[in-house]
């Protein structure tokens, strides 16, 4: 297995994940609350982030209106936290900066996730494979989910 560079998170741990790629696991229970990481990389212009996602850099991370933040650096261990539709952490940018808190207690070994929070604009190349009881298929945030059901349920039905 690749060896992952700075590796050495005292809350977080990158190893191979059976949702994709890698993914980011609690090396210790975790309480509810807790401000696990931090996501970081150089702040980066909109129009810069567009040209990253163009080349396939899914590290970009939405900031603010002005600018965003490239992941995609080596030192970066939050990166590898998965998308779920039924996540254990969530993001929050306090001050121009992104942290990962614990949105409930998280056991040790657990892998680490948060919902990415997409648009429903282009659903159809972000598949989902989170495996959670709730999955959509998709990764959208949440507040988009009755919306992707029915959008779902009515192509469904125009193909049958």
């Known amino acids: 297995m690749a060896k992952i560079p700075h590796n050495t998170h005292p809350l977080v741990k990158a190893k191979k994940s059976g949702i994709h790629g890698f993914g980011g696991y609690a090396r210790k229970p975790i309480k509810k609350g807790k401000r696990i990481i931090e996501y970081t990389g150089p702040l980066i212009s909109k129009e810069d982030a567009a040209l990253e996602?163009?080349?396939q850099n899914e590290y970009v991370f939405t900031l603010n209106e002005d600018e965003d933040i490239d992941g995609s650096v080596l030192w970066n261990l939050a990166r590898y936290l998965n998308h779920s539709c039924d996540p254990n952490c969530e993001s929050e940018i306090k001050k121009g900066r992104v942290w990962i808190?614990?949105?409930?207690?998280i056991e040790k070994g657990e892998e680490l996730t948060y919902n990415y929070g997409y648009e429903l604009d282009g659903f159809e190349d972000r598949p989902c494979c989170c495996g959670a009881d709730c999955c959509q298929g998709y990764m959208v945030g949440d507040e988009h989910f009755k919306t992707l059901k029915k959008r779902l349920n009515k192509?469904?039905?125009a193909t049958s």
Do not use: C, D, V
């Not at 808190?101 to 207690?105: F, H, L, N, V």
């Open 101 to 105: 808190y614990a949105t409930r207690s």
């Open 53 to 55: 996602l163009k080349e």
């Open 155 to 157: 192509k469904k039905k």
